[in-house]
């Protein structure tokens, strides 16, 4: 469904362009892995900051750049739309590995020419043991690899991947330019007082700063010669003068300050795009879109420069140009983003700091440009709260109809609030975007999980602790649980609590080993001087640069744990029609067989989470909290060293990864089978909320959402015809609003089952 009456269609070109995008085959793209490899052997003597500052200037004066015929914006990531480049740097070896699989995996297919593959072959040597990746895991802890292969946790991409799940300071380069942060970084050197040793650091990651931005500015300009000379080339008067108008702003920014919409828009993909060729993480954020360019539209719609039909246009085509951004991950990686998912969101709505409604003409542009684009990049999130324009969120509702999951609704009465708690000033905490497929953070001032995630199975712990710390699978023992067979429902209690301190005590050690390689082989100086403090205490992200500093790890299946511990209380222990022994054999059958069918219609019947019932609810809640708990002691590798706000908080933001994570475990007590899919976020277990959607929402007002604050995911899925008519869609404006009111959650989003 389209909806053209409403949304209106694409131009002809951005149609066009959009199909072109679409139709490409990604291909493993080796330019950037050969140039950053020539980079690094001419710098082997600089300290990493420099070196990555080189490598970065490198690129961007010997990569390949093109304009497509049909765009209005330039810049590209590889040497072809959608091609994936290599960071080799991060590592090589699941390339290499893979390099004959890439065609035929599942999930992320890439295409791989014969040359690409010699390419690649002939700079491994380099890398051998000379990578982030090697030198990681040359620090990890031995049982993390076991705990790996028999799927308690998982942290592939935390030393596959740099930096990204954040928003730079949009706001400020576009009024800036990158000549400000020039001028800026040149008085940070010369304000440095030489005989304190900080300094040293200090004076490298300037200099550093003023590589990459005068390298910046060459590559602005290359594609402004390319724009220049294309229109000598030109025909057609229109696209010529269009051409010409293209080659006179790359001219201009990023390194001048933008002073009309096209110029805000070039500047910031520009940046969006540099940042992902500097690093390869994924989940690179537009912040608060609508805020800080709804300036330079007002301005050119009152002065005649913009019409919005321009607009929408010029919006199109970037997030046409958003989804050209690719990126080469695992096949285990793969499992769990199939897609090739990058999570680049826009937000838009919300309150301003003076906590009035936010939303302006341009909100509105941005929800009907995706509408017309339906494309998967980049995601949509609206910041939603009780004073919200209703005509507004009328729109959001109309986006929604169209069933492909946009926008995700993220609850400012929830998320501000848990700002607030953790230290974050007011201010900030109201300026908040999402940075990721659901995580949030503030714009500019945030390092949430600049490396990545450790992805904690909680599924898989429930499993060792029936089995008393024995996988079953592997028949290895992971913890130490005493071999008594459980008495009471406390006792399992009790294991659950001791296993999940285990594990996660496990995975902050391994988070902090990860981000200290990764301060000392991996610094980002041009993503690092977009965020504030780096400037002013001379850090990068990685150091403690950031203003706040907060990592979660992603808890996969609290749900289906707090399903299950609610079978094992009320049957076995509270109710004694079944023995643990009955269920386990039931379980190992994967419910087949006479006795394994009773049984599970027995534990089928136990209430599930997401119905509104108080018993199962409250044990879920438990479960939660038992996480939460642990918090206070946690700190990051970067608390004390510059960052105001440095600690832990919790996230169940699987957006996919529940999926794969749940082929790690066999059945549980809840009445799944073996293999099958755990639940996502606070999800309710597939197929088990019977009783609605408003009793899934009373079951997840429950839980402490106000403490998971990194990311606490509710998907809600419709009926294809649900929304559909008038009728259908004034019941559904009640229920959203509804939940609106008792601010149950902090995202959702929601599809249409077709």
């Known amino acids: 469904m389209e909806n053209r009456e409403h949304f209106g269609s694409l131009t002809a070109r951005m149609k066009a362009f959009r199909e072109e995008v679409l139709d490409e085959k990604p291909y493993v793209d080796a330019e950037r892995a050969i140039l950053a490899t020539q980079a690094y052997q001419e710098n082997q003597n600089q ?65 791989i020419t014969e040359e690409t593959k010699q390419q690649l072959r002939d700079i491994a040597p380099f890398w051998e043991n000379n990578n982030l990746r090697a030198r990681g895991e040359a620090l990890l802890p031995e049982e993390v690899s076991v705990f790996m292969e028999t799927g308690v946790f998982g942290m592939e991409g935390k030393l596959n991947a740099g930096d990204a799940h954040l928003a730079v300071n949009y706001p400020r380069v576009l009024k800036e330019g990158l000549c400000g942060y ?40 290359r594609y402004s010669a390319l724009a220049r000379e294309l229109a000598k080339k030109e025909a057609d008067g229109a696209r010529r003068a269009e051409l010409l108008e293209m080659s006179r702003i ?35 954020s537009y912040g608060r879109f609508d805020q800080y360019m709804y300036p330079y539209y007002r301005a050119d719609m009152q002065s005649g420069r913009l019409t919005r039909e321009d607009a929408l246009e010029l919006l199109t085509c970037l997030w046409i140009k958003t989804l050209t951004i690719n990126k080469l991950r695992s096949q285990a990686h793969t499992l769990s983003s199939a897609g090739s998912p990058m999570y680049q969101n826009v937000t838009i709505g919300g309150q301003t700091t003076d906590k009035k409604d936010a939303v302006n003409e341009l909100s509105f542009v941005v929800l009907q440009s995706v509408a017309q684009t339906r494309l998967t990049q980049p995601n949509l999130t609206v910041r939603y709260h009780k004073n919200l324009d209703p005509k507004f969120f009328d729109e959001c509702i109309e986006v929604m109809r169209l069933g492909f999951g946009m926008p995700a609704l993220n609850n400012d009465e929830i998320i501000i609030p848990s700002f607030i708690n953790w230290g974050v000033s007011e201010e900030d905490a109201y300026n908040y975007s999402a940075i990721g ?61 001791k296993a999940l301190k285990y594990y996660s005590d496990l995975a902050v050690e391994s988070d902090a080993i990860c981000d200290r390689a990764l301060v000392t082989y991996d610094a980002d100086p041009f993503a690092s001087c977009f965020i ?29 744990v707090g399903n299950s511990l609610a079978v094992v209380k009320k049957l076995v222990f509270e109710d004694k029609t079944l023995s643990m022994d009955e269920l386990m054999k039931a379980m190992a ?66 957006i996919t990864s529940y999926v794969p994570n749940g082929f790690d475990v066999n059945a549980t007590p809840d009445g799944r089978y073996a293999g099958t899919p755990l639940n ?16 899934v929402i009373n079951s997840v007002s429950k839980l402490p959402n106000d403490q998971v604050a990194a990311g606490q995911l509710l998907n809600m899925r419709f009926a294809s015809g649900a929304l559909a008519g008038e009728e259908n869609l004034m019941e559904f404006v009640a229920f959203l609003q509804t939940d609106k009111a008792i601010t149950v959650f902090e995202d959702y989003g929601f599809s249409s089952a077709q």
């Open 182 to 221: 020039e001028r800026r970084t040149r008085a940070c050197l010369a304000a440095l007082d030489l005989t304190d040793p900080d300094s040293i650091d200090k004076t490298m990651f300037y200099k550093a700063v003023l590589i990459v931005i005068d390298a910046v500015r060459t590559f602005a300009l």
């Open 250 to 284: 790359c001219a201009k920014v990023p390194y001048e300050p933008a002073d009309s919409f096209r110029e805000a828009v070039q500047s910031v993909w520009f940046i969006q795009l540099i940042l992902q060729i500097e690093s390869n993480g994924h989940s690179l």
């Open 532 to 560: 504030d403090n780096c400037m002013a205490l001379g850090k990068t992200l990685k150091e403690g640069g950031c203003k706040y500093d907060v990592i979660s790890q992603s808890n996969i299946g609290p749900c289906i």
């Open 680 to 695: 996502e976020g606070c999800s309710p277990t597939q197929g088990t909320d019977t009783h609605g959607p408003t009793a």
């Open 47 to 111: 300290p990493r900051v420099m070196a990555r500052a080189l490598m970065l200037k490198k690129i961007l004066e010997n990569m390949t750049i093109y304009i497509e015929d049909k765009t209005l914006l330039a810049g590209n990531q590889a040497t072809k739309n959608v091609n994936a480049p290599i960071f080799p740097e991060y590592t090589m070896g699941f390339v290499l590995k893979e390099l004959d699989l890439f065609e035929k995996r599942d999930g992320d297919v890439f295409y």
């Open 437 to 497: 497929c659901v995580e949030t953070g503030v714009p500019g001032m945030y390092g949430h999980r600049a490396t990545g995630m450790t992805y904690v199975n909680w599924g898989k712990v429930l499993e060792i602790v029936l089995n008393h710390g024995n996988d079953p699978k592997t028949d290895i023992k992971l913890i130490d649980l005493g071999d008594k067979e459980y008495a009471s429902y406390d006792e399992v209690w009790a294991a659950w609590e």
């Open 589 to 654: 059958s994967d419910w087949a067989g006479e006795e394994g069918i009773r049984i599970h219609k027995m534990v089928m019947n136990v209430p599930k989470f997401g119905n509104d019932e108080d018993y199962v609810d409250e044990i879920v809640a438990d479960v939660f909290h038992s996480y939460l708990k642990l918090l206070p002691d946690y700190h990051t590798e970067r608390t004390g060293k510059g960052p105001e706000v440095s600690c832990y908080t919790m996230s169940t933001s699987n």
